[in-house]
């Protein structure tokens, strides 16, 4: 049988543009795409997913992130968010294939945890997350210097959302720091304060901005006071010494381009529309937007409360339009609409589309190993050993 390790690997330096024609060499990461790339109005895309599927059997397990679009969602083995779909990936090792329909930090998360026989694939190299792109390894290594400098860095207990890449995940864990999800954040910050004496400690939350402000105030009872933001594009991110050594929360400045353009006017302009209406938004957006919602939550707590939402029940959500949209069809019964009033998809999670999906399968069915998410070993090591420590929290 022929395993991931036998194929033909081909390295891809460039970035991938729309639908993978031309290169972007100043793009973080990305690639030439090898291979032609199905037309997009080719009718027989979905038969041609489906058979390559067939082709490869057991042998490729597909991941769909809540977030992507329908056309892909069908042909994913299982749906969740990112950590979940890493963990499922992994609960599969009799996998060799393992394609990851999400974006770029989410397939290195699923790298890390699966074995080493097992190749993790991303359809189209260009879906990055702009989130995940804030916080660099240089410039989280510059910040660190910086609090060593104001003398707070052992005070200091690093907290990285899921949604970073992992060099900043593998620096968490070589700072004895956690990863924590939408999810679990209240507990990874808990966690993360009684690492140092009552009243003494501090976190470096990264790279969202958002998460790490709403879960310190709302969940924790910190004052905005409590919060600065440091900012890489400034020199000391912006911050005094003193502003450092007072402050409890340093805030990466980083956010969600897609979560971060909820605004408290689409909350009273949604409120005046649909009298009655529910406002459910995710944790990534806004403080104003957070304080000013009924409920707040993970996109899995999203999911759940609109199941869970009685027949008649009017919503508006604040999250990714793809989800939004599929849980509108989902609930017939329920008035269920996207929180803004402009179209808001996840621009990179996008990219990866019917194309790129019978491209990826079609080759590894020709037995050609493409676009391979790849951790090097000791940067997996301490960023497994972070994801560790989430997954031991209290
Ligand atoms: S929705 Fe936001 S956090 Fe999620 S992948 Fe897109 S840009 Fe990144």
Not at 34 to 62: C, H, I, W
Request: hydrophobic share 40%; glycine share 8%; with cysteine.
């Amino acid at each position: 049988m022929t395993t991931a390790q036998d194929l033909d690997v081909t390295p891809t330096p460039l970035a991938l543009l729309l639908l993978g024609r031309e290169a972007d060499p100043s793009s973080e990461r990305g690639v030439d795409c090898p291979g032609d790339l199905p037309a997009p109005s080719d009718p027989g895309l979905v038969e041609r997913a489906r058979a390559a599927k067939e082709r490869l059997g057991e042998k490729v397990f597909v991941l769909g992130h809540h977030y992507q679009r329908d056309e892909v969602i069908q042909f994913a083995d299982v749906t969740g968010d990112s950590f979940k779909l890493a963990q499922q990936a992994a609960a599969r090792p009799e996998a060799e294939f393992i394609v990851f329909c999400g974006v770029h930090f989410m397939a290195e998360s699923a790298d890390i945890l699966t074995t080493d026989a097992q190749a993790v694939v991303l359809p189209d190299l260009a879906a990055g997350c702009s989130m995940a792109d804030m916080a660099t390894a240089e410039q989280v290594a510059e910040c660190w210097d910086v609090l060593t400098e104001a003398g707070v860095a052992d005070a200091t207990v690093p907290v990285s959302y899921m949604n970073s890449s992992a060099d900043i995940k593998a620096f968490t864990g070589r700072h004895g720091g956690t990863i924590c999800t939408s999810s679990n954040a209240e507990r990874a910050l808990e966690w993360a304060f009684a690492q140092r004496e009552a009243g003494a400690g501090k976190v470096l939350f990264l790279p969202d901005q958002h998460l790490g402000r709403n879960t310190a105030i709302r969940d924790l009872g910190l004052a905005p006071g409590d919060c600065v933001v440091y900012n890489p594009h400034r020199p000391n991110g912006g911050l005094t010494a003193e502003q450092l050594r007072e402050a409890k929360m340093i805030l990466w400045r980083g956010h969600c381009s897609v979560h971060g353009r909820f605004s408290l006017d689409s909350v009273n302009e949604v409120r005046e529309r649909i009298p009655g209406v529910n406002v459910l938004v995710h944790p990534e957006c806004k403080h104003e937007v957070v304080s000013a919602a009924d409920q707040v939550g993970s996109t899995e707590h999203i999911i759940k409360a609109l199941d869970a939402a009685p027949a008649g029940s009017k919503w508006a959500v604040g999250t990714e339009l793809n989800l939004v949209r599929r849980l509108a069809k989902r609930h017939p019964d329920k008035e269920i609409v996207f929180l803004d009033r402009t179209v808001c998809f996840c621009s990179t999670m996008n990219r990866i589309d019917l194309p790129h999906l019978v491209w990826a399968l079609e080759s590894l069915a020709d037995g050609k190993l493409v676009n391979r998410i790849e951790v090097d070993k000791e940067t997996g090591h301490f960023a497994e050993l972070a994801l560790e420590r989430m997954l031991a929290l209290p």
